[in-house]
């Protein structure tokens, strides 16, 4: 029959100390579960900062495109160079009607594609340009682009997903976040 070890003072204090310092190692050793993850050089995707123009700090205008986009996701404020509070999901009509009612506009999902930095995950965008941008892969950005199926009703629109960049649909009635556009 095995003998149990009995823990004594001087025992427990070793444990103790083993524990922290491993506790440290991990710490310093493996990055935060909620860390943006990003392998430069597995694909020639990437979205640079040369091409975006910071003249008005709320908004990113990808001077390629010519695209001027709400640095924040809908809900979050520009405070002290950065995107702060929390994030509004909203069903794609009322990101449609609040986008129209705030001279702004959802992207289609090819706009919305082309600020995506696919070397990246959690979220798949540049944080230098989109800072704070919620990292979900049960949730993404709203495109304006319908999904049609045979019948002419719209019960699904395009998304992005912002865990890893996945292009695809959902019902309309479903909430995600929204990054709009600037209309002027």
């Given at each position: 029959?095995?003998?149990?070890?009995?823990?004594?003072?001087?025992?427990?204090?070793?444990?103790k100390r083993?524990?922290?310092?491993?506790?440290?190692?991990?710490?310093?050793?493996?990055?935060?579960?909620?860390a943006q993850?990003?392998?430069?050089?597995?694909?020639?995707?990437?979205?640079?900062?040369?091409?975006?123009?910071?003249?008005?700090?709320?908004?990113?205008?990808?001077?390629?495109?010519?695209?001027?986009?709400?640095?924040?996701?809908?809900?979050?404020?520009?405070?002290?160079?950065?995107?702060?509070?929390?994030?509004?999901?909203?069903?794609?009509?009322?990101?449609?009607?609040?986008?129209?009612?705030?001279?702004?506009?959802?992207?289609?999902?090819?706009?919305?594609?082309?600020?995506?930095?696919?070397?990246?995950?959690?979220?798949?965008?540049?944080?230098?340009?989109?800072?704070?941008?919620?990292?979900?892969?049960?949730?993404?950005?709203?495109?304006?682009?319908?999904?049609?199926?045979?019948?002419?009703?719209?019960?699904?629109?395009?998304?992005?997903?912002?865990?890893?960049?996945?292009?695809?649909?959902?019902?309309?009635?479903?909430?995600?976040?929204?990054?709009?556009?600037?209309?002027?």
């Open positions: 029959m095995l003998s149990q070890a009995k823990f004594t003072p001087a025992c427990s204090r070793l444990n083993a524990y922290f310092i491993f506790c440290l190692c991990l710490f310093f050793v493996v990055p935060p579960l909620n993850i990003c392998r430069k050089g597995i694909t020639p995707q990437t979205i640079a900062l040369k091409n975006f123009d910071f003249s008005t700090p709320t908004v990113a205008l990808d001077v390629l495109t010519g695209l001027k986009w709400d640095r924040c996701v809908y809900g979050q404020t520009w405070e002290n160079s950065t995107c702060t509070g929390s994030p509004i999901k909203l069903t794609w009509k009322e990101a449609l009607s609040v986008g129209a009612n705030n001279n702004k506009r959802l992207p289609n999902i090819k706009e919305l594609n082309t600020i995506l930095d696919l070397q990246c995950a959690i979220p798949p965008v540049n944080l230098k340009i989109f800072p704070n941008t919620p990292a979900s892969t049960e949730n993404g950005l709203w495109s304006s682009t319908p999904y049609i199926l045979e019948d002419t009703s719209i019960t699904n629109a395009w998304y992005i997903d912002l865990g890893f960049g996945i292009t695809t649909y959902r019902a309309v009635t479903t909430k995600n976040f929204v990054r709009f556009i600037n209309k002027e």
